[in-house]
């Protein structure tokens, strides 16, 4: 199990979440050049990652549950999340880089406690690991970002049912995810983009990134 506390960090922890179709990759992507082309040290990270855990998640994605019980579903998540930030993320945020990252804990929570998991129960499960500095929820309703998922090439088997979804929705804007910034995903790209930059800018000078 990775050892981390907050006094390690000298790099920014940022983090897009969202539903499926509410534009996380894309804004993501677009921090991280922004931040290039200012002259800061930034990497994106992406979680299910690539690694043998996150292939096993992706495969329950294209394929569905069958077969996978939930405990060893969250057991995947919580082993990649293990590998990523021993791998990716510490070694990044130890070495002053500004890590930009799209889905971590607050999927876990919102994503597997749809499945009957308590939130709270996840969110423990999960404390030892490096903790964002900000968090954006880039929110729109189930029904647009399914649309959205369909348009660009159809849902998967796993993740995007409609009734799930909604309920995934549910616990995003329930108790314990008082910390995010929700922004309106419906906007304009570069709108939700600009509004991005404009809280996490100021987070460059406080530390020392600027």
Known sequence: MCAWND????????????????????QARKLVDR????????IYLREPTN???????RQ?????RDGVTREEELSCFINDREEDSRQNII?????????????YIPSNMAYQG???FDVKVIAEKNRHFPQPDIIFFLDIKPEEG???VEDRGGANLGFEKIEFLKEVYRIFNGPGFEMMIRLDATQGMETVGDQIWNRVSPLLGKRGLA
Not at 35 to 42: E, S, T
Not at 91 to 103: C, F, N, Q, S
């Open 7 to 26: 006094d390690q960090k000298k790099g920014l922890f940022v983090l897009i979440e969202g539903l499926d179709g509410a534009g996380k990759s894309t």
């Open 35 to 42: 931040l290039r082309g200012a002259g800061r040290d930034a």
């Open 51 to 57: 690694g043998p855990w996150g292939q096993k998640i």
């Open 60 to 64: 329950i994605a294209v394929h569905g």
């Open 91 to 103: 070694p990044a945020l130890t070495a002053g880089k500004i890590v930009v990252m799209d889905r």
């Open 114 to 116: 749809a499945l009957g």
């Open 146 to 148: 399914l649309k959205r």
